[in-house]
């Protein structure tokens, strides 16, 4: 259960890693130009990323309480969101290692 969390939350910031780089590199990749589809494309990455996050995060975890195994999927789920926060910390030790 702990390498599947784990698994998850790596899945997680990959995601949010390619993420970032597109919104990063936005006006190389999409031009400067600020039109009503610019901020429509903003708003959807958004929902696909809430959704995309949500089912790595809860989706497992869910199964797991509908099928019964509540403690499991709770369990599933701390452990993956606490793997999110090392990994977080990690991230900002990184950005102050850099300074």
């Known amino acids: 259960m ?9 899945c997680v910031v990959v995601y949010v890693a390619f993420v970032a780089m597109i919104m990063q590199n936005g006006d190389r ?3 400067k130009e ?3 589809l ?7 990455l ?11 995060v809860f989706g497992y975890p869910v199964v797991l309480f509908l099928n ?3 403690k499991e999927g709770i369990a599933m789920a701390l452990s993956t969101i606490g793997w999110l926060a ?3 910390v ?10």
């Open 29 to 31: 990749l999409f031009g």
């Open 2 to 10: 702990k390498k599947r969390s784990l698994l998850h939350s790596l």
């Open 68 to 70: 019964g195994q509540k």
């Open 34 to 36: 600020d039109t009503v």
């Open 38 to 44: 610019v901020v429509m494309a903003i708003l959807l």
């Open 90 to 99: 990690v991230v900002f030790g990184v950005l102050v290692a850099m300074r």
């Open 86 to 88: 090392v990994e977080m």
């Open 46 to 56: 958004f929902c696909v990323s809430a959704a995309v996050v949500g089912s790595l």
